[in-house]
């Protein structure tokens, strides 16, 4: 995790948790004049997150963020629900998903391959254990740069 990730985390998590929804992630893509900081929150009620959800903790993180001012230049703030592609990003969040297909982007190649989809088995220590085509790869977090839950209809 990056040193931006963890300064953004810090001020981000609490605004989120303060105003009863779970922090779920976050991504920041530095695209120049078209940075994106992406939030992900997430609810235990039934209704889920909807627009004014978003709204509202989009408002609050603004103002943090616009105090705090951690991120230099231009970017635009998106708040949403993880939805069903849900990202994960910590190793909760891959246990709770055990069984289930994810889709994993490598930050560098392992086994000669940066890309595998495929059947999360499990967690070993920090690892995650993906069944790819009768195979099965024992990745670590760390070399994980993106990874998404396939949703099964």
């Not at 609050?60 to 963020?65: T, W």
């Not at 991120?71 to 909760?92: K, M």
């Given at each position: ?21 779970e ?42 963020l ?62 995650i254990v ?24």
């Amino acid at each position: 995790m990056s040193a931006k990730y963890t300064i953004l985390e810090e001020l981000i998590r609490p605004v989120v948790e303060g105003l009863g929804f779970e922090f779920w992630g976050m991504e920041y893509l530095s695209l120049g004049k078209d940075s994106v900081l992406r939030i992900y929150i997430e609810t235990d009620a039934e209704k889920g997150i909807d627009v004014e959800d978003c709204a509202r903790v989009s408002r609050q993180v603004s103002s943090i963020l616009d105090v705090e001012d951690p991120i230099t230049g231009e970017y635009n703030l998106e708040v949403s629900s993880p939805g069903l592609d849900r990202p994960l990003f910590s190793l909760a969040q891959y246990q709770a998903y055990i069984g289930s297909i994810v889709s994993l982007r490598l930050r560098v190649p392992f086994d000669g391959r940066r890309k595998f989809k495929g059947q999360l088995m499990g967690i070993e220590s920090e690892d995650i254990v993906i069944r790819v085509d009768q195979e099965e790869y024992l990745l670590p977090i760390d070399l994980i740069d993106k990874a998404n839950v396939v949703p099964q209809f």
